[in-house]
């Protein structure tokens, strides 16, 4: 079945400064790959989402790269503001649609 | 629009004790998915349900856990005799079609005294 990896668990950054967030996953038929973010007390939200025939995908500061190739995908945050201070978690779909998720990434973004 | 539902948003039982957790998803999201996540811990995967197919119960912890879902609507969670290591966040996700996004309640916290 479908593994997916997620580095860094813990990312501290000063505020201005870019975070990024890299998953990898194993299965090769996995053709989506959503980014959600976890706040204290709350279910995790979708931030941003690509797909496999898409190599770039940009929402204002927040941004997600895939290369099918490597199989690996990250997530990119630039100008982080405190706000951004959360738990993210990667994800990928397996070949039957199931999701998988990686282990989290809890961002500190300090003033 | 309504999003996943999910009650109690608290629940203190006494170890021992049955607990049911309820699981009100988005209309007409054909899948749903029971996590449980531990204090500062990911998504730990239990069951997964989607539309008529068999469930894919191969997260569910023991035989203590069991989950039921009607149609495409509402599931709930059982833990039977319940143990001081089932404390946690109980998260409900339900999705569209497949390879589309899911969408989370804010969980069940439950405490086990």
């Known amino acids: 079945g479908e593994n997916v990896e997620q580095h860094p668990s813990t990312l501290s950054v000063q505020e201005g400064d870019s975070a990024v967030i890299k998953c990898t996953y194993s299965?090769?038929?996995?053709?989506?790959f959503p980014w959600y973010k976890q706040e204290l007390g709350k279910g995790p939200q979708l931030i941003i989402d690509i797909r496999s025939n898409v190599g770039e995908k940009k929402d204002q500061r927040i941004a997600v790269t895939l290369n099918k190739t490597a199989k690996h995908f990250s997530l990119h945050i630039t100008e982080t503001q405190p706000e951004d201070s959360a738990v993210y978690f990667c994800a990928a779909t397996d070949s039957w649609g199931k999701f998988q998720f990686g282990a989290g990434t809890q961002v500190v973004v300090t003033p | 629009g309504a999003g996943v539902s999910q009650s109690p948003s608290n629940k203190v039982t006494e170890k021992g004790k049955d607990v049911e957790l309820r699981c009100d998803p988005i209309?007409?999201?054909?899948?749903l998915y029971w996590y449980r996540q531990r204090l500062g811990q990911g998504l730990e995967f239990l069951i997964y349900f989607q539309g008529n197919s068999a469930p894919d119960k191969s997260g569910l912890p023991s035989d203590r856990f069991s989950a039921e879902r009607t149609g495409e609507s509402v599931s709930t969670l059982t833990i039977q005799r319940t143990q001081q290591e089932d404390s946690a966040v109980y998260l409900c996700?339900?999705?569209?079609?497949?390879?589309?996004?899911?969408?989370f309640g804010n969980g069940t916290r439950l405490t086990v005294t």
């Open positions: 996700a339900s999705g569209d079609t497949v390879n589309s996004p899911l969408h």
């Open positions: 209309s007409g999201h054909t899948a």
């Open positions: 299965d090769s038929a996995s053709n989506y």
